[in-house]
């Protein structure tokens, strides 16, 4: 498959795809969970089933909680409910959950979380913290390990096109996740980020794969007098069908759970089912064409 050769319909793919991800977080933003915003996350099982009209007009209007959402678990009609709330004190929880019990009969409380937006603010800081060290970390790392190989292409160039893959990689999904939440609601929680570091690690695994195939056919290959665009097509190519099937074996197992597992982590499966997908196409599309690039301007 002549990738290098086409290369600026795949990179133009890529710059598409990141272009639109931008433009949806600069214009919507992201929908933050408790996590990182702060208030109070509630999980009730009713003993019977009322409607989530009832439900929300109850907690905005009867029990003065503006700027709450309502949400149903599972198929409608299970009786079972998320209540996001601003932060709630015992006392006022005690009140709605007796305002509750009055209206709509008896039920089980299943969970009952409450975060202060200081605290949700000081893990918004440290999850930015921690992603940008991981794509650090990881540049560095690739450089390092790569530093025996400093032709055609220095070793240090290596880590630099691993960086912008990984944010590449980040960017995609969060874009998604941000028209998500103007479209649907769905927010950006710890679990998103979880979600985030899972795939950059993922995706920095098939990206060194592709990188050490180029690597060992620089050591065997005379660069100086073969073409290093046909070097790098011969590599991708060589591990190409690697990359896809174990891709792809990891994207049939989200499928099932995605379908089969717990409904409140659906969304976190999703988001690393399309960074693994986003990743695996970095790392054959994106970075090897990128090292050619690179070279070309040198």
């Known amino acids: 498959m002549q990738i290098i050769k086409n290369k600026w319909w795949f990179l133009g793919v890529s710059g598409l795809l990141v272009a639109a991800s931008i433009g949806a977080i600069a214009i919507h933003g992201f929908k933050f969970g408790i996590d990182f915003s702060g208030g109070t996350l509630w999980q009730i099982d009713f003993e019977k089933n009322p409607t989530r009209d009832d439900l929300v007009s109850l907690v905005s209007t009867d029990t003065d909680l503006s700027g709450s959402t309502v949400t149903e678990e599972g198929e409608s009609g299970s009786g079972v409910f998320f209540f996001r709330t601003p932060e709630l004190t015992e006392a006022k929880h005690q009140e709605v959950a007796n305002a509750l019990r009055a209206q709509f009969g008896g039920f089980e409380e299943?969970?009952?979380?409450?975060?202060?937006?200081?605290i949700g603010a000081e893990l918004r800081s440290k999850a930015i913290t921690a992603f940008l060290l991981v794509l650090i970390g990881i540049s560095l790392y690739i450089a390092f390990a790569?530093?025996?190989?400093?032709?055609p292409v220095a070793s240090w160039k290596y880590g630099i096109i691993t960086l912008l893959t990984l944010f590449h990689d980040a960017l995609i999904p969060a874009g998604i996740f941000a028209i998500l939440g103007a479209l649907k609601g769905v927010e950006v929680d710890t679990n998103f980020i979880?979600?985030?570091?899972?795939?950059?690690?993922?995706?920095?695994?098939?990206?060194?794969?592709?990188?050490?195939?180029?690597?060992?056919?620089?050591r065997i290959s005379d660069v100086g007098r073969s073409d290093f665009d046909e070097l790098v097509n011969r590599s991708v190519n060589q591990t190409m069908a690697r990359s896809i099937n174990t891709s792809l074996t990891l994207v049939l197992?989200?499928?099932?759970?995605?379908?089969?597992?717990?409904?409140?982590?659906?969304?976190?499966?999703?988001?690393?089912?399309?960074?693994?997908?986003?990743?695996?196409?970095?790392?054959?599309?994106?970075?090897?064409?990128?090292?050619?690039?690179?070279?070309?301007?040198e």
């Open 253 to 297: 197992v989200l499928i099932a759970l995605y379908f089969f597992g717990a409904p409140n982590l659906q969304y976190f499966i999703f988001a690393i089912g399309i960074g693994t997908i986003v990743g695996t196409y970095s790392s054959i599309f994106v970075a090897s064409p990128l090292l050619t690039l690179w070279r070309k301007k």
């Open 146 to 151: 790569f530093r025996k190989v400093s032709r």
């Open 194 to 218: 979880v979600a985030i570091l899972v795939v950059m690690g993922f995706s920095v695994h098939d990206t060194i794969v592709v990188f050490d195939r180029i690597r060992e056919n620089i």
């Open 110 to 118: 299943l969970g009952f979380q409450t975060i202060g937006s200081s």
